[in-house]
């Protein structure tokens, strides 16, 4: 009996195994417009079976979004080139395709369930900022063997990029994670979403209300900033930055990777570090909700010397820093001082040593 429930789990796991390789196989697709693919200027592309206007089969990557090409014609993002071929290639004869073609692609990438699209080019070869380019919707590969009609793909002009993207990261911090990105420069750019998923490849969602603000035109350098206080402590989050064109065109980033960090359960104030000290010392506190936050230094008299903080704070984890000088940037004299925070109903002082 014992022998037979072996038998039957091994022959399980094989057939699992099995159908885990037939879900991943490499698929073969079809890619054909019957309609035409459409140049800039309204004529349709042309070409034949080895030169002419070119077509280009792309696989999204698994952010599933279209990136647009870079100044020499690229993939740029996690987008992968799976092959090329030319108006007029296939079952079409003649020179003239009326823009046209189909062609047979297989590629390990080629997998059930994956999104690609084909981008038309009106030159024969990628080489600039000259050519224009043209997109098709997003294709989902249903079957192993599969084809598509791609449809009409209309070639436009192309553009400068709207925004040059030098920096984006998330970074957690407790109960907040803190996107921050930097661009050197922006042409007709009218703001930015953030958008964020729990997964790599699954829907993106947009958490900013409102569009953050461009700079429209600007050539310098600019920074932005926008925190994410809608997170719980070790969920895995995803974010994207799209950039919105004054023509209402989106253009996503590649994606920054955040885990988040537990907000603190309680207010707390820690004991400074080093006790005594000269010339600083560390002074860390915990915020369990958002609040106007006073952390206020205090000689040995109840004087108040120092305010280090008096601002609204979001709920987390800080550290000030207190250099033994009072509000005028006078260094202190030697001796006991208390330092005091009050933010909501929490209020507690604890002492401290300073000593030069």
Same mark, same amino acid.
Request: proline residues 3%; charged residues 20%; aromatic residues 10%.
């Given at each position: 009996?014992?022998?037979?429930?072996? +038998?039957? @789990?091994?022959?399980?796991?094989?057939l699992?195994?099995?159908?885990?390789?037939? =879900?991943?196989?490499?698929?073969?697709?079809?890619?054909?417009?019957? *309609?035409?693919?459409?140049?800039?200027?309204?004529?349709? !592309?042309? /070409?034949? &079976?080895? @030169?002419?206007?070119?077509? #280009?089969?792309?696989?999204?990557?698994?952010d599933?979004?279209?990136?647009?090409?870079?100044?020499?014609?690229?993939? &740029?993002?996690?987008? +992968?080139?799976?092959?090329?071929? $030319?108006?007029?290639?296939?079952?079409?004869s003649?020179?003239?395709?009326?823009?046209?073609?189909?062609?047979?692609?297989?590629?390990?990438?080629?997998v059930?369930?994956?999104?690609?699209?084909?981008?038309?080019?009106?030159?024969? +070869?990628?080489?600039?900022? *000259?050519?224009?380019? /043209?997109?098709?919707? !997003?294709?989902?590969i249903?079957?192993?063997?599969?084809?598509?009609?791609?449809?009409?793909?209309?070639?436009?002009?192309?553009?400068?990029?709207?925004?040059?993207? &030098?920096?984006?990261a %998330?970074?957690?911090?407790? /109960?907040?994670v803190v996107?921050?990105?930097i661009? #050197?420069?922006?042409?007709?750019?009218?703001?930015? $979403?953030?958008?964020?998923?729990?997964?790599?490849?699954?829907?993106?969602?947009?958490?900013?209300?409102?569009?953050?603000?461009?700079?429209?035109?600007?050539?310098?350098?600019?920074?932005?900033? =926008?925190?994410?206080? #809608?997170?719980?402590?070790?969920?895995?989050? $995803?974010? =994207?930055? %799209?950039?919105?064109?004054?023509?209402?065109?989106?253009?996503?980033?590649?994606?920054?990777? %955040?885990?988040? +960090?537990?907000?603190?359960?309680?207010?707390?104030l %820690?004991?400074?570090?080093?006790?005594?000290?000269?010339?600083?010392?560390?002074?860390?506190?915990?915020?369990?909700?958002?609040?106007?936050?006073? !952390?206020?230094?205090?000689?040995?008299?109840?004087?108040?010397?120092r305010t280090?903080?008096? &601002?609204? #704070?979001?709920?987390?984890? $800080?550290?000030?820093? =207190?250099?033994?000088?009072?509000?005028?940037?006078?260094?202190?004299?030697?001796?006991?001082?208390?330092?005091?925070?009050?933010?909501?109903?929490?209020?507690?002082t604890?002492?401290?040593?300073?000593?030069?």
């Amino acid at each position: 009996m014992k022998m037979q429930v072996q +038998i039957k @789990t091994i022959i399980i796991v094989i057939l699992i195994n099995i159908l885990s390789i037939s =879900w991943t196989m490499a698929a073969t697709l079809e890619t054909f417009s019957n *309609q035409g693919c459409i140049d800039i200027d309204g004529s349709y !592309l042309n /070409g034949n &079976t080895t @030169t002419g206007d070119l077509v #280009q089969v792309i696989w999204t990557g698994v952010d599933n979004a279209i990136n647009p090409a870079d100044e020499l014609g690229n993939v &740029t993002g996690d987008d +992968i080139l799976l092959g090329s071929t $030319y108006i007029g290639f296939g079952t079409i004869s003649g020179v003239s395709a009326n823009g046209r073609f189909s062609k047979v692609f297989s590629s390990d990438a080629l997998v059930i369930g994956r999104k690609v699209y084909i981008r038309t080019w009106n030159s024969p +070869i990628v080489n600039g900022l *000259q050519d224009a380019y /043209g997109d098709s919707p !997003l294709y989902t590969i249903t079957s192993e063997i599969d084809h598509h009609d791609f449809g009409q793909v209309q070639c436009i002009e192309r553009q400068s990029t709207p925004v040059e993207l &030098t920096n984006f990261a %998330a970074s957690a911090e407790p /109960g907040k994670v803190v996107i921050k990105w930097i661009t #050197q420069s922006e042409t007709e750019n009218l703001g930015f $979403y953030i958008y964020r998923c729990e997964a790599i490849d699954g829907d993106k969602v947009r958490v900013t209300d409102k569009m953050i603000d461009g700079a429209i035109n600007s050539q310098s350098r600019k920074e932005y900033e =926008w925190i994410d206080n #809608q997170v719980t402590g070790n969920q895995v989050y $995803y974010y =994207w930055l %799209a950039d919105v064109s004054t023509d209402g065109v989106i253009q996503f980033s590649e994606a920054s990777k %955040a885990i988040g +960090i537990a907000k603190p359960e309680a207010y707390s104030l %820690a004991q400074n570090f080093p006790n005594p000290f000269n010339p600083s010392t560390n002074i860390k506190y915990a915020l369990k909700e958002d609040g106007n936050v006073k !952390l206020m230094i205090h000689n040995i008299c109840g004087q108040l010397v120092r305010t280090l903080v008096d &601002t609204r #704070q979001t709920a987390g984890e $800080y550290t000030q820093v =207190w250099n033994g000088q009072d509000n005028n940037g006078t260094v202190l004299p030697s001796g006991i001082y208390f330092y005091t925070i009050q933010v909501n109903e929490f209020k507690v002082t604890k002492k401290m040593s300073f000593t030069k």
